[in-house]
Nanobody, 117 residues
Framework: QAQFVESGGALVQPGWSLRLSCVSS???????IAWYRQYPGKRRELVAS???????NYERSVRGRFTISRDNDKNTVYLQMNNLKPEDTAVYFC????????????WGQGTQVTVSW
């Protein structure tokens, strides 16, 4: 069971870019990994996922702006976020996709992304 550590969040202005990193304590080469975000008082929602074959899927509002990628040698998954909008402001987490056999409802601290003037 991997533990995930997220980093890379920051306060940025609308239109700027950020790259988030998710480092796993276990090897991830055969597992899909997902990024989630959580708004205050809301449940975590899926933002993007990437399969072991590097097939990516995105939530509709980030499609075309966010890119998920992985480096299995580093046990790391990235989320490149371009053209950020105020509605992207949230805490971002990574984990296995819900429904994946390794998924556990246990989360790291996440990384805060704030998009504001």
């Amino acid at each position: 069971q991997a533990q995930f550590v997220e980093s890379g969040g920051a306060l940025v202005q609308p239109g700027w870019s950020l790259r988030l990193s998710c480092v796993s304590s276990a090897r991830i080469g055969r597992d899909p990994i997902a990024w989630y975000r959580q708004y205050p008082g809301k449940r975590r929602e899926l933002v993007a996922s990437i399969s072991s074959y590097e097939i990516a899927n995105y939530e509709r509002s980030v499609r075309g702006r966010f890119t998920i990628s992985r480096d299995n040698d580093k046990n790391t998954v990235y989320l490149q976020m371009n053209n950020l909008k105020p509605e992207d402001t949230a805490v971002y987490f990574c984990n296995y996709p819900r429904g994946w056999s390794s998924f556990k409802d246990s989360w790291g601290q996440g990384t805060q992304v704030t998009v504001s003037w």
